[in-house]
């Protein structure tokens, strides 16, 4: 209610409301600015930039609770246009090396502030989602809006950068934190000044793959969390008077080219990593971002009044006309001596065979079926219980959507040791996807263990489905080291290391780029028989390649499908003794085929 005021006075020309709302939301604005930045002078521009935008359009919002979010989707306009256009600056990294610093790990406040800092090894575009989504409270909606996507497809963007995140993060939490506990580690990153870097976080993450004592420490890091528990950064007590004193009341809005740039521009063409999302338009001009939060209409200077009453006088005609033909067809129902009530008729469909890959084919394709619409989209499963006994350590279901809309979707367990490839998607109305469990027994609970599978869809009127896991797992044994060290490595199973995909993006189905080649060196003192790629192309189902050997260096390819989205695939590898090692997910971007 207090923001409702705020807004009217404001829009009324009351500077002073103005200056409430800016003392309300400069935080926000600042603390989002700096971390995109690193730079005090830079942070301060990009705000003045941003509310002096917002003063001039101010107008448009006719609901209070969406001006932070609006406030930040033109910050984020600003930045990745400047960025675009060559002007923005960054002092991340900048500057002259500094001492290495102490080995000594940080603190609790001090490691948060330091993973922070660390986010600017992401491409622009990634760490601005990162920001939005894990250091804001907002809604479905609000987030895509503010981000910049569609709504349905706003979790699998942020799950996308969520997993990049904490593998580059991870690794450098690993690097800052862990080099007493290692000395190989400490070895490797001999001469480090301490800042984040894009290649110590590539070397620790190869690193970890063969050192278990790091493995685990970055398992247990929790850098999303430290990146979100960061302190805010305050801003300096003079941008108020910078802000406040450049902003009279009301003045004319600019024309679109003062704005910014609006042309289309591929994402993660910035910054120290290639960016994780996919392909997508550059963000609006702020007078077009606000029409895309609901609560906000931006002036319009045609008459589309006008075009809508024209419009409206159409749809009065049609429906008169539908009703004069319904009368007609009424009375010569009526008319016939064998004619009763009229009963309402339920539509009948005649399944085809479903040709769309990652879609069921229906066992009988000839049988006629009462069709039930479903409001929103609804989720369902080919299996509501699995059992994988005590010796599986994967399973296969098929997700379903039977509603009248298309949803993302994500799928949670709860528990690390079951995960799902893929982890989420997007299904439109009457769509499948294959998705499949993977265990690790290695680090599942011995005994008897039961685990519940949800899969979540983003819309906000679907229906979520889960799915009941268990099964058997062994106690560990532990074997006694004996002189036969060929033998106890052996049983281990092989290791896959140095695993790569060239390119890393490729593109839909059938276009010339829809393969990539996939490599990984896999060793094993018992010898290696066999070694294969399985992956999951976007829309599904899941496929498998043979892999070909030349030395300790293994190859194959991987094809993607006929959708867009993120591929993922992992590699497995069978030694001479039959013993099993398979990969952690890795995943490559697939992009639209140009017509």
Known sequence: MYDTKLLMAAQEGDDAAFAALFDRNVDAVYDLCWALTGDESEASRLVIDVFTLAARHLGDITDASQIRPWLLAIARHRVLADDNDGILHSAWGAGPPSDPVSDEPLGTAELRRWTRSAGATLALPDQLVLELARRNDFDGDQLAAVIGCDPLEVEHVVDQVE??????????????QGRRDCPELDGLLEGWDGRPAVDVADAVDRHARDCERCSR????????????????????????????EGITAHPPSPPLAAIGPSGPAILGATGGRPATTVAAPMPPPPDQVVAILPGVEPHDPYPWALFGAVGAALVVLAVALVLVFTAGHHDRVSASPKAGPVAAVTPKVTLAPVTTPGTIVPPDTTTTTTLIAAPGSR???????????TTATSVRVVLTNAGTSGTGWRASSGATWLTCTPTSGA???????TVSLLLDRQNAPTGRFQVRVTFIPSQANGTAVSLLVDGTNSATTTTTPTSTTSTTQGSVGPSITNVSASPSTIQASPCPADHADVSATVNDPAGVSSVAISYTPPGGPIQTAAMSQAGNRWSGTITASSSPGTLTYQITATDSSGVTTTSPSHSIMVGACPV
């Open 163 to 176: 997993v990049e995140a904490t593998s580059v993060l991870g690794a450098l939490v690993v690097a800052r």
């Open 217 to 244: 420490r970055r398992a247990l890091a929790g850098p999303l969390e430290s990146f979100a528990a960061a302190p805010g950064v305050i801003p300096p007590p003079q941008l108020r008077n910078e802000v406040l």
């Open 379 to 389: 989720l369902g499963l080919d299996a509501n219980q699995v059992d994988l006994g």
């Open 427 to 433: 299904l439109g109305p009457g769509g499948a996807v």
